[in-house]
């Protein structure tokens, strides 16, 4: 699987999540795969597993990706995921085997506001 070929299936995997199409959006990983939250201390192993516990999650979803970058077998993605219109931003690190994601690792940082004292070196930016 070359590069063109994993972010295809990265954005495919991305419009799925969006969309809530749970066997789409799971595709992507091996049957073993691995996802870590570090700031909650979660391991999930096995696609199964990440699928059933994203399907069980009650709130609404959405997902606004703001940029794919990455090469070979390694791949992050930065994207807006909001729960219910509460937004979060989020980095989502991927690694490839076999054609297919082995290990995701999920960090998440809640909105802050623009401190005063930098305002003057800030470029405005209308999107989340």
Known sequence: MDDQARL???RRHWDASDANDFEAEH??????AVL???????????RRNIQQSRFVQPNR????VRRITGGGDLWVSE???SYD????YVVSIMEFRDGLVAHET???GDRFDPAPSRAHLVEPRTNV
């Open 61 to 64: 979803k959405r997902f606004t």
């Open 27 to 32: 595709d992507i990983y091996l049957e073993d």
């Open 106 to 108: 999920q960090y998440f």
């Open 8 to 10: 295809t299936a990265l």
């Open 79 to 81: 994207f807006v995921l």
């Open 85 to 88: 219109g509460v937004p979060s």
């Open 36 to 46: 870590d939250y570090p700031q909650s201390g979660e391991r999930i192993i096995g």
